[in-house]
């Protein structure tokens, strides 16, 4: 099965980059549509202990959190101009515990999806929940990328799912090691160094 769908999440923590650059790399090796998903977690509990949440602080919360996403999907369509890549962004919300639903939802149409590590220093969502997500509930393959490692960013890719792949220069890539990009996917003659 060749790629030619990727879906990678993106917010507004700093490893967005790092996921937003796997994403494009691949889709610019491969000529494959990227799909950037921002997703939104709606206020924990509207009602708790008798007291209701206004609709007024919960239009306002969903305004703000919709303003982040426009901003950072903005500057995914940026990079992804630059490098001449299809993008489409997507934004979606639920409540916390719907988040990792709605990301499978959306990742069962891709080929492959990009998520990063868990960092629970960070904020936003659980991260946890989407990197299970994105291996048990997608049934794609999936690539968690490391933030704190540039020169070194894959961390795992499904084995499982893996078979499925019709990829070798994703294989050479990922043999590249953790001095080399990962990405490069044999699209030039020599690998390129971070």
Same mark, same amino acid.
């Given at each position: 099965? +060749?790629?030619?769908?990727?879906?990678?999440?993106?917010?507004?923590? +700093? $490893?967005? $980059?790092?996921?937003?650059?796997? $994403?494009? &790399?691949?889709? &610019?090796c491969f000529g494959a549509h990227?799909? $950037?998903l921002h997703l939104i977690a709606e206020p924990f509990m509207r009602t708790m202990a008798g007291y209701h949440l206004p609709a007024d602080i919960l239009k306002e919360h969903l305004r703000q959190a919709e303003a982040e996403a426009e901003q950072v999907s903005a500057q995914a369509r940026e990079a992804a101009q630059h490098r001449g890549i299809s993008l489409e962004t997507r934004v979606e919300s639920g409540s916390l515990d719907r988040l990792p639903a709605l990301l499978a939802r959306n990742a069962r149409n891709a080929d492959l999806v990009i998520v990063g590590e868990p960092n629970a220093d960070a904020g936003g969502a659980d991260e946890t929940l989407l990197v299970e997500a994105a291996f048990m509930d997608t049934g794609r393959p999936a690539l968690v990328t490391i933030a704190h490692l540039r020169s070194g960013m894959i961390a795992t890719l499904s084995r499982a799912k893996w078979k499925r792949l019709d990829t070798r220069r994703l294989r050479a890539a990922l043999a590249c090691g953790p001095t080399r990009t990962a990405w490069n996917c044999s699209c030039s003659s020599r690998p390129r160094a971070w």
């Open positions: 099965m +060749p790629i030619k769908d990727l879906l990678v999440h993106v917010d507004q923590s +700093p $490893a967005t $980059a790092i996921r937003l650059d796997a $994403a494009l &790399e691949l889709g &610019e990227v799909t $950037a």
